[in-house]
């Protein structure tokens, strides 16, 4: 079939890099170059075999279909073995065992790896030695020098007899063209034959192409010369490609793979299928592109193209979440992001994945196998993918509920959304009043759901697991909302996605909820994955506060969508409240953050990074204290948490300094002559903004501030710098310097201050009322001046009476001499 070669000449001139490596590109190679170690490490273990067990041949697995993994020495060596599930393999190949041209093998990295064969026999499953060489001279001399073709034969049976190994794959790739008929099939069969005969009951298989460029492979020969054929279907595109592309498409195109098992394999496929394993990846690509579009040329800087390197499913799988899949044509997920340039990964995940095991079982295939073991390190969907399809049959979890959001309605609704995730039929929602006992469960179908008769100025917290008919996912954040009709709308954002290096609990939201209750206001709250997928559009709400905990450069403070949103917003005019303690070494650094996350953290976030501890030493300095002149002048020192109060400890607090306009608010405390400070304000507009905005941030994670006292505080004095007001009724058309602040302290006991401020001379009365509208108390103001006034009220009736805890509405009814008039509410607590 010479013919595939014109047929296929437009593909050649189009997407020449995809024909360059199916025919002379090994993704094992590459991998090896990319991922893996010269230093062959010592093994734990005897180098003589001793103490590995025999397969145990009684063990019953219950696999339906064979499951053959390659593991390489790099993963290996990075410990990825402890999660492999054995009960769910039938073969693990240990890669690479690498053959010389004389036919004498070198031993993988830190070999003999005898906890592996061990865990691997004790279930049953079979430890195959791959063969590996990838130079075409070297295969040339092996499969041709009888001298060398009988010492390699020799030395395969000798070292599955010291290490009790269960059969050969011979990995032999970029093979001369003129190899790949009689002289390979030739070589296999003779391999074949030697083991069968001094080794009874081993197995041998070959490492076979996706596609048959050419028609140069022997096929059906080679698949007759040995047990079976591992089908290495992947490859399909990679760092020679000059368009992105699908790694492993299921369809579409010239070549997939489909067509792989039904056309270059389809004479083997339906005469002996048993001779088939199809091999799918557990690794993606990343390319920097012209565009976002599936199939965008890859772009080339000095002749080079743009290929950042192989992806590993461990972290494209999280990465997925965050940028978010786009389906392609060819049954493969990809995301794209653009930091100033467009990035592209196309990966394969559980869903991709489960339709190329369904080809499998629908051409009844031997089994399946993947490149490589150890690159889903730590992650569970893609063996409850393989126990699914292949062995207890039960559909897998669901995928945890993402883009969730809790938003007030109105004064006794509250909102609940989130997405549709993979597998989930239904959801499970706890609710709290006091975010720690969870004592209330609703099972639902919806993934929008109201929560009606709600109590108004009360705290209510939910989070929720997806559930389907088999098992039920992980548990969401803690959300939280306070029901109200104010037309103020306060967003809280658990940005806080760290788990590891830390001590997320997950429940910050608690350490908010209270400071704003008893501050009079209410809020809603979101995921910012919600946000960054434009779920909540950041624009409908009028201040935002932005939890970032520790996150840093593993979870990213600020991606770039997050970045983009942010950006809109404050040019807009929002106004927003920051908190994360690496958040400067995330995108401030210098010599390490792209141009982009500086200039981000520079004219939007005004700071600028100068340490990543107070005073250089982590772990020392847990107090800080407001600086005169500024919006936290009235703020005294307050500790946060060195890991002993209920939080995570915050020993990298950044230091940094006000710039572009911005200005100190906090300094550490005991640190004398230091001019670096840990928190910046500003307002004024942003850099492509025409309307004011406003920007609060510190690098002490608020959630982490004791005692409640303190929290209490900022967020009163934060919410007067943002000059909104939560009022029982809204009066519009007030000019900007007509003020009424919140009362301090809130919660109070037995006196607080009530300040207002006024434009023009006039006359004023405040007003106290309690929830039922009942006047308990005022005090009249009789031409006063313009400018500043305030009111220290001790809790007492007109009468003089004492009153009891509870919430109380103070107002002020202004008139000026200008006859404008004004009338303003706030809310209070007084605690006993």
Not at 572 to 596: C, M, Q
Request: charged fraction near 20%; charge should be negative.
């Amino acid at each position: 079939m010479k013919n595939k070669i014109i047929a296929t000449v437009t593909l050649l001139i189009i997407s020449a890099g995809i024909l360059f490596s199916q025919q002379s590109t090994s993704i094992h190679k590459l991998h090896r170059a990319e991922f893996g170690t010269n230093e062959n490490l010592p093994s734990r273990f005897d180098h003589s075999g001793k103490g590995i067990i025999p397969l145990d041949k009684n063990k019953i697995k219950n696999i339906s279909m064979a499951v053959f993994g390659y593991l390489p020495d790099w993963e290996y060596n990075n410990g990825a073995h402890q999660f492999m599930r054995y009960d769910l393999l039938t073969h693990v190949a240990c890669f690479d065992f690498v053959v010389a041209p004389d036919g004498s093998v070198s031993l993988p990295s830190a070999w003999p790896w005898t906890d592996v064969i061990n865990a691997a026999h004790q279930n049953g499953t079979k430890v195959i030695l791959t063969a590996v060489n990838f130079d075409r001279d070297e295969i040339r001399a092996i499969i041709t020098s009888e001298t060398a073709k009988n010492n390699f034969f020799n030395e395969v049976k000798n070292l599955i007899l010291t290490y009790s190994m269960d059969g050969v794959n011979i990995d032999f790739e970029s093979l001369y063209n003129a190899d790949k008929g009689s002289l390979i099939v030739n070589f296999m069969s003779e391999l074949t034959s030697f083991i069968h005969s001094e080794l009874p009951g081993k197995e041998v298989s070959f490492a076979g192409p996706a596609v048959n460029w050419g028609d140069y492979w022997d096929l059906t020969g080679l698949a007759a010369s040995c047990d079976y054929i591992f089908i290495m279907g992947y490859s399909f595109a990679g760092k020679w490609s000059t368009v992105s592309g699908a790694n492993s498409p299921l369809v579409g195109g010239s070549i997939n793979i489909t067509k792989t098992i039904t056309e270059e394999y389809g004479e083997i496929t339906a005469s002996n299928p048993d001779k088939i394993i199809l091999g799918i990846p557990y690794y993606g690509h990343h390319w920097i592109t012209i565009g976002p579009e599936s199939g965008s040329p890859v772009l080339v800087i000095n002749d080079t193209l743009q290929f950042m390197g192989s992806t590993r499913f461990n972290s494209t799988k999280p990465q997925s979440f965050v940028y978010g899949n786009i389906w392609s044509t060819r049954r493969t997920p990809y995301f794209t992001w653009n930091d100033g340039q467009w990035h592209q990964v196309w990966h394969d995940d559980d869903s991709s994945l489960g339709l190329k095991y369904d080809l499998a079982q629908l051409k009844n295939l031997r089994g399946v196998g993947m490149w490589a073991l150890g690159y889903d390190k730590g992650r569970n969907e893609l063996w409850d993918l393989i126990d699914w399809k292949f062995g207890s049959g039960e559909m897998p979890s669901p995928e945890k509920p993402y883009h969730f959001a809790v938003l007030a309605e109105n004064d006794s609704s509250i909102r609940l959304i989130y997405d549709y995730p993979l597998r989930a039929t239904g959801f499970k929602i706890y609710q709290s009043f006091n975010g720690v006992d969870f004592t209330d469960s609703f099972h639902v179908s919806s993934n929008d759901v109201l929560f009606t008769g709600l109590e108004e100025d009360s705290v209510y917290y939910y989070k929720l697991k997806s559930t389907n008919q088999n098992s039920e996912s992980d548990l969401t954040e803690v959300l939280a909302a306070i029901p109200s009709n104010n037309e103020l709308r306060v967003l809280i954002v658990n940005g806080y996605d760290r788990t590891s290096g830390t001590n997320n609990t997950r429940d910050f939201i608690r350490k908010y909820s209270q400071p704003f209750i008893q501050n009079g206001y209410s809020f809603s709250s979101a995921d910012n994955e919600a946000i960054f997928k434009g779920k909540i559009p950041l624009q409908n709400a009028d201040i935002v506060y932005w939890m970032l905990g520790d996150e840093s450069t593993s979870d990213e403070s600020f991606n770039t969508f997050e970045q983009n949103y942010i950006k809109g917003y404050l040019d807009n005019g929002g106004k927003l409240f920051i908190s994360g303690s690496e958040v400067g070494w995330d995108l401030g650094r210098a010599n390490f953050s792209s141009s982009n996350d500086i200039y981000f953290y520079e004219n939007y976030l005004k700071a600028e990074y100068k340490s990543d501890a107070p005073n250089g030493s982590p772990g020392i300095y847990y107090t800080a204290e407001g600086l005169s002149n500024s919006i936290f002048s009235g703020i005294g020192a307050f500790n946060f948490d060195d890991g002993t109060h209920g939080t995570f400890d915050v020993d990298y607090p950044d230091e940094i300094s006000a710039i572009n306009g911005s200005s100190n608010i906090l300094k550490f405390s005991g640190i004398a002559g230091r001019t670096a400070s840990a928190g910046v304000s500003f307002n004024g507009n942003f850099p492509n903004g025409s309307t004011a905005g406003k920007l609060i941030y510190i690098t002490i994670p608020f959630e982490t501030i004791y005692p409640l006292e303190k929290r209490t505080e900022i967020i009163a004095e934060s919410m007067n710098f943002f000059n909104q007001l939560v009022s029982i009724e809204e009066f519009n058309n007030l000019p900007e310097d007509f003020t009424l602040y919140q009362n301090y302290p809130n919660p109070f006991n037995p006196a607080t201050t009530i300040k207002f401020s006024i434009p023009v001379p006039g006359n004023a009365v405040i007003k106290i009322y309690n929830t039922l509208g009942e006047l308990i108390n005022q005090v009249n103001f009789t031409n006063i001046s313009a400018g500043e006034h305030s009111l220290l009220w001790n809790a007492e009736n007109s009468k003089g009476e004492k009153l009891s805890t509870g919430i109380y509405v103070y107002s002020i009814e202004f008139n000026g001499v200008d006859n404008r008039k004004f009338n303003l509410n706030r809310k209070m607590i007084l605690l006993k």
